[in-house]
Structures are given as C-alpha cells and as structure tokens.
C-alpha cells in the first residue's frame, strides 16, 4: 500500500464529509446516533469475536496486563457502548448555539456561535470503545473524523467501524464522515499529523511514548495529556470511612487507567489513627506500598519511596505514599509532583475543601470523590473524546463543546461606522 497515496484519499473525503456534516440537522445526527446503538446491540456476538482474537493474539505476542485490560471488550462493555452512544444523542446539540449577544451603542448585536472544527484526528491504543466514542462525539459537534486506532486492536476497532457506517447510512449521512484507518502501518500517523490541509486537530489517547511522538511531530493542534499522576489527600478533617472507601476506589477499582490515583497523602495528626487501616487495605488487594519515612514507620510493609515514586503514573498494583503537615503541603507536593489531571480531597473542613479547589492546578479537582470519576461519560458528557491537561483550547475530558470552536457574530439593521 502506498502510505501517502492512502493518506491523503482519507484526508479528502474527510474535508468533503466535514462540509456535509457541519450543516446536518440535529434529527440526522440524533438518528444516526441511535443506529449506531442498535448495530452495536445487534452485533454483539460478532464485537465480541472479534474483540476475543484480539486479545488472544496480545497475549501471545506478550503485552502487559494493563494494556491487555484496556483491550478487553466484554458483554457489559459493549453495553456501556451502546448507552454512551444514546447518551450523546440525548445531549443538546452545541453547534449553532449563540451566546453573549450584547447591543452596542452604535445599534449593532454582537454574540458568538458555536460551531465545528472542521476534521478531527484521534490516534488511540488499545481501547476499542474509543472508536465509538469518538465517532458519537464527532459527529454530534459537526465535524468529520479519522481513527487511527492501534495494531492490537484491529479486529475489534474495524467490527465498530461497521456498526458505526450502518448508523450513518441510516441517516442519510456520508460513510466517510466516520473513517477507521485499515493499515497498521505506523508511518500513517507520521502522515495523519502532518496534514494541516484536511486535519484541523489531533487528539492522541494512548502511552505517554504515543503522546510525545504525536506532540513532537504534528503540524496541526494537539489536545491532550501525557502522565495520569492522580493524588488522594486525606486530610486532618477527613471522615475515615469516606477516607478508606475513595482510596480503595480511585486506587484498585481499575488499575491501567489514567485517572486511577497513583499518589496517597495524609495529614500527619491523623496519619497514625488512619493511614495503617488504608495501608492494611490496600495491602490486601495485592498493592505495593512505597512510601516516606513515616510511613514505613506505620506501615512495615512499605518500601521506601524515592522522589522519581512521586512523578510516576503506575498503571499497576503500587502507591507511592507520603504523611504531609497539613493541607499546605498537600497542595505543595501534589503541584509540584501531579500531571495536573486529577487530584482529590477527602475533608469535611469547608474551608481546606475550598483551598484545594482553587490552589491546586489540576484539569479535575475534586472534594469527597474518587478520582475515577474523572471521565466524559461520569461527568454527563455522553463519551469523552480524551482528558486534556492543556489550558488551551479544552481542558479536563473533552466532550461535545471541547470538539467546537466560536465564531463572532454581528445582528445588523443597516448600521454603518461613523
């Protein structure tokens, strides 16, 4: 297959469905939506298939257990599938929308709308939901877009794909609107970033390697976030059992993801009363502790934690681990040490929760939760496109509004410039 040649016939029939989908109804996206649903439910058995071969062939080629886990597609995840996608069916629909129109003084009204960036590029490893996911939100902002999904998930992302034409198709709409990349060929990426002529922004979800390669190369926009270096910090106000339930949550309820916490603080007045009992727990689940020298003093078990345990995004059974003064030096370790994705509180002390929410420098802060919540489709936008730990142009995960742009606006009734 000539790379380029291929390349730049998905980047013209992107820039051409772009234009068709910018100006579809919201009804045609709403029902291509909930076809695309009912392919998913319809075939089932046939993603599930699909999605088995892949996961047998990554186990025999020898990819670790959390890139195995975020492979894996089972019943209930294609369920979750489904519902993602009629969720984003159900959401309003952002283009078009015009907000902050304010009369002048010369008579004119000027607002902004709301409108789609054109062609979006999303280059993923593993996960094959992603491919729904990014189909539903992009075609619902407007925009047209190009999937590049990863070699071991082939079968899995081209099965979705298929499910994904049949929703278009049902709605009158291009098949080109949504394109999976068919080849395996890493040079497609070097391609795919460097096409400013068809591609208007890329999103990377996948390894950090994956990131800072797309970063280094693109020639187009990057929305996206390197590490997943969460913290929980209990502090000297914390309710112990909320404590130990969100630190079980953010820590073991799933291992490879990135909004999982990698990073344990707690405040020093009650570290003895609690941190032995998260310890205990955690230890109990299978998970290593690395920890300060205070808590190796209250959990023997712990290893010693060096300062590179402090920036690290696990993806596994370990916690790095250190006993803090108070909520000063939490907010100090976790700006100096997180990736500014999530980061947690546990306090029933408004005025600490307040603090944390306005001094740490995260894309998602949190009081009272675990940091798993972290999450496009939790936080009510029916699928995420990705989690940015940018500040610009979207921040946190990106859902419908964070796959628009605006648009100034000028209401006129003949007014002219003196």
């Not at 990426?189 to 280094?216: C, F, N, T, W």
Request: proline residues 3%; hydrophobic residues 45%.
């Amino acid at each position: 297959m000539d790379i380029q040649n291929y390349m730049q016939q998905l980047g013209q029939a992107a820039r051409a469905a772009a234009a068709e989908v910018a100006k579809a109804s919201t009804a045609a996206k709403n029902t291509a939506l909930l076809a695309m649903a009912q392919a998913v439910r319809e075939r089932r058995d046939e993603l599930c298939a699909a999605n088995a071969a892949d996961v047998a062939q990554a186990r025999q080629e020898g990819l670790d257990a959390a890139m195995i886990e975020r492979l894996t597609l089972n019943a209930k995840g294609i369920e979750t599938m489904a519902q993602g996608l009629e969720q984003v069916a159900a959401l309003p629909d952002p283009v078009g929308e015009i907000t902050d129109l304010k009369r002048r003084p010369s008579g004119i009204q000027v607002g902004k709308m709301r409108v789609p960036i054109g062609v979006v590029g999303i280059i993923y490893e593993a996960r094959p939901n992603v491919t729904a996911d990014a189909a539903a939100l992009c075609l619902k902002s407007g925009n047209a877009a190009i999937l590049r999904g990863g070699r071991e998930a082939l079968r899995s992302n081209q099965a979705i794909a298929a499910c994904v034409r049949e929703g278009l198709k049902a709605a009158g709409l291009p098949e080109t609107v949504v394109q999976v990349i068919e080849t395996t060929d890493r040079a497609a990426v070097g391609h795919l970033v460097a096409m400013p002529q068809y591609v208007d922004v890329i999103v990377p979800r996948g390894g950090k390697g994956l990131i800072e390669r797309v970063s280094a190369e693109a020639r187009v926009p990057v929305i996206k976030h390197l590490d997943g270096n969460c913290h929980v910090y209990v502090d000297d106000a914390a309710d112990a059992a909320k404590a130990l339930r969100i630190v079980e949550n953010a820590k073991t309820q799933r291992l490879g993801t990135c909004n999982t916490a990698e990073s344990l603080l707690i405040a020093r007045s009650v570290a003895s009363a609690q941190l032995p009992k998260i310890a205990n727990m955690l230890i109990g689940k299978g998970v290593e502790i690395r920890g300060c020298a205070e808590t190796q003093k209250l959990v023997p078990a712990a290893k010693a934690a060096t300062e590179e345990d402090y920036y690290t995004e696990y993806l596994a059974a370990i916690i790095s681990v250190k006993v803090v003064v108070d909520v000063s030096e939490a907010i100090t370790h976790i700006n100096k040490y997180s990736s500014q994705h999530t980061d947690a509180i546990v306090t029933e002390n408004y005025t600490h929760a307040m603090r944390f929410l306005r001094e740490v420098d995260s894309a998602s802060v949190m009081v009272n939760a675990s940091t798993r919540f972290a999450d496009g489709f939790e936080y009510g936008l029916g699928a995420e496109i990705g989690i940015s730990t940018d500040k610009f142009h979207a921040r946190g995960p990106v859902g419908l509004e964070g796959l628009t742009s605006q648009k100034w606006i000028v209401l006129g009734d003949g007014e002219v410039r003196g």
